[in-house]
């Protein structure tokens, strides 16, 4: 199987070292309890809603994803809303399993998102050490590592109050900052940067610069065009789940505002 | 260098050639067993630190704080000495009903509370679940860490009892602590596997409430199980259950008139080995599913 003149037939350039690799992927959620509505349907009355018990429904999120990213390259992943973005991210940082095919990767991954905190009842300081060590530093690691994040997040006094105190700006910011701390090899941003203000935007932008130029890839899901275009070389257009083009940023973009009209 | 639009099909076959090529690892699998036991001990700190954020988070709010936590086992005692010494009397077959009593119901909240929030803690920390990448075990495991930090002061409560109801002190109550890390080691193996079968099964967390308290009325937390239900095969199978077994070892700590047996403590080692190493296969062959919802 591992035949030497295989690799010629990928869209490899010369010398470029894969750090993720998407091999046809499919994810699928389930949902218990509840069944989608065929379109146009009425209100469900209450036999209906008898007949929902025991329904399991299956959405099939990411149908068939394949793609080679490589060593230094920042991709930006472009697509509708429900298109499978995030699902995808998740299913790259090892977070949901893939019900068929798989994702390889070289190192460790690390997903950014929108979900600000990581136990909202509390303490950011409580909130950084637990992610910390989740992501396998050991205690001495993690005190020196505080004030770097307690700074980065600049969060200030609020360290020692829950995170439900915090405005949706700081818990991200701190949640950045956590993420990051651990030097993953592959960052995966998800919308991560359209919260927080410039000079959040502009340290976030610097941190990713360092960790593009220490570990190797990102990947980027944004809504905005501006974002992926000031940060990635390359784009990867989801449709319904499925991958619609994979190219350089600008030709991608190009192609998928077009085909919005 | 990526062509757009007409790229070549990507074949599998080349695909994963390419990662064995370049040395890339699957994600979102299952580990190797031995690397999973390696990236838990790496973490193991963490386990405690969540199990405090636990502990922590369920006194909040409250102003006596963290003496809930010996406030809440002495009320608890004193609402069952009510019921089952003044009422009800289930005294029978017993000499100090208060140190049995005391050290029946506390281990027992132990263990049932381990099983109650093994269940649960799946989904109480999809935040974290759904942010980070790590052996989904230690959830479970902090779930258990968390609920022997919460024991912790009501083994105290317990001693303090059992000492001022003229329980003489002996060598004997130093078996107290070994007894407590085998029921440990046994309510790990517990609470991973509720954890597992709640988290494919969300409705089964309804049942959990009946079975801990199925699992208190069969395991002589209140009376004695040789006075009330004999030394016939009944008796037998509910005193040589693992709640039955860890209680009766607290109490052959702690009280004189309970004998320290050998077979009791080899039963409670059995039963600890088995429920461990059962619960910890079973919550690793799942661990890509954990936290899906």
Redesign the interface.
């Known amino acids: 199987?591992?035949?030497t003149t295989?690799?010629t037939?990928?869209?490899?350039?010369q010398g470029?070292?894969?750090?993720?690799?998407?091999?046809?992927v499919h994810v699928k959620?389930?949902?218990?309890g509840v069944r989608r509505r065929p379109e146009g349907a009425k209100a469900p009355g209450f036999a209906q809603k008898l007949a929902q018990i025991g329904a399991v429904d299956v959405v099939h999120a990411v149908r068939g994803v394949?793609?080679?990213a490589n060593h230094g390259e920042s991709i930006g992943l472009i697509g509708h809303n429900g298109s499978g973005k995030s699902t995808l991210m998740?299913?790259?940082?090892?977070?949901?399993?893939?019900a068929e095919?798989?994702?390889?990767?070289?190192g460790?991954?690390?997903?950014l998102?929108v979900?600000g905190?990581?136990?909202?009842?509390?303490s950011g300081e409580?909130n950084i050490?637990?992610?910390l060590?989740?992501?396998?530093l050991?205690?001495k690691q993690v005190e020196d590592a505080t004030p770097g994040i307690v700074e980065f997040a600049n969060i200030g006094n609020f360290l020692q109050l829950?995170m439900n105190a915090y405005s949706s700006g700081m818990a991200a910011r701190l949640?950045f900052a956590i993420?990051t701390a651990a030097q993953p090899d592959i960052l995966l941003i998800d919308e991560a940067l359209a919260t927080g203000d410039r000079s959040f935007r502009e340290r976030a932008q610097r941190r990713i610069e360092e960790i593009k130029e220490t570990a190797g890839t990102i990947f980027l899901v944004s809504h905005s065009m501006n974002t992926i275009r000031e940060t990635c070389q390359?784009g990867l257009w989801l449709h319904r789940g499925q991958l619609r083009?994979?190219?350089?940023i600008d030709?991608?973009v190009e192609?998928y505002e077009s085909a919005l009209g | 260098?990526?062509?757009?639009?007409h790229?070549?099909p990507?074949?599998?076959?080349?695909?994963?050639?390419?990662?064995?090529?370049?040395?890339?690892?699957?994600?979102?699998?299952r580990p190797p067993l031995k690397t999973y036991v390696q990236?838990l001990w790496?973490?193991r700190?963490?386990t405690i630190?969540?199990a405090?954020?636990m502990t922590?988070?369920s006194n909040?709010g409250h102003r006596l704080g963290q003496l809930w936590e010996v406030l809440t086992p002495l009320l608890w005692a004193g609402l069952y000495l009510f019921i089952f010494g003044v009422v009800v009397k289930t005294r029978a077959g017993t000499e100090n009903f208060v140190g049995y009593l005391v050290t029946g119901l506390f281990i027992f909240r132990y263990v049932s509370g381990c099983m109650s929030l093994g269940a649960k803690c799946i989904r109480k920390?999809q935040?974290?679940?759904?942010?980070?990448?790590?052996p989904r075990a230690?959830v479970p495991m902090a779930a258990c860490t968390a609920e022997m930090i919460s024991l912790l002061p009501a083994i105290l409560v317990m001693f303090v009892l059992a000492l001022t109801s003229h329980e003489p002190i002996r060598w004997q109550m130093l078996l107290m602590a070994p007894a407590i890390v085998l029921m440990f080691i046994f309510t790990l193996g517990l609470a991973m596997t509720a954890a597992r079968i709640v988290d494919a099964l969300?409705?089964l967390a309804n049942m959990i409430p009946f079975i801990t308290r199925f699992m208190m009325y069969v395991s002589g937390v209140f009376f004695s199980i040789s006075h009330f239900a004999g030394n016939g095969w009944l008796g037998h199978v509910l005193s040589y259950q693992p709640l039955a077994i860890y209680i009766e070892l607290a109490r052959s700590a702690l009280l004189e008139e309970v004998a320290v047996r050998p077979t009791t403590w080899l039963w409670a080692i059995g039963w600890t080995t088995l429920m461990f190493s059962f619960g910890f296969i079973f919550f690793w062959r799942a661990e890509?599913?954990y936290?899906?919802?």
């Open positions: 199987m591992a035949d295989i690799s037939t990928l869209p490899l350039a470029a070292k894969p750090t993720l690799i998407a091999d046809n959620y389930k949902t218990y394949s793609f080679v998740k299913t790259m940082a090892g977070l949901i399993a893939p095919g798989a994702i390889f990767t070289d460790t991954a690390s997903l998102g979900g905190a990581l136990n909202k009842n509390l409580r050490s637990i992610g060590l989740a992501l396998g050991t205690p829950p949640r993420s390359r083009m994979d190219g350089p030709e991608v192609a | 260098m990526t062509a757009v639009g790229n070549p990507l074949i599998s076959a080349d695909l994963q050639a390419l990662a064995v090529e370049h040395g890339l690892r699957k994600v979102g699998g990236d790496k973490r700190h963490f630190e969540m405090r954020g922590d988070s909040e920390s935040g974290l679940i759904t942010s980070l990448q790590f230690l969300p409705d890509a599913r936290g899906r919802g």
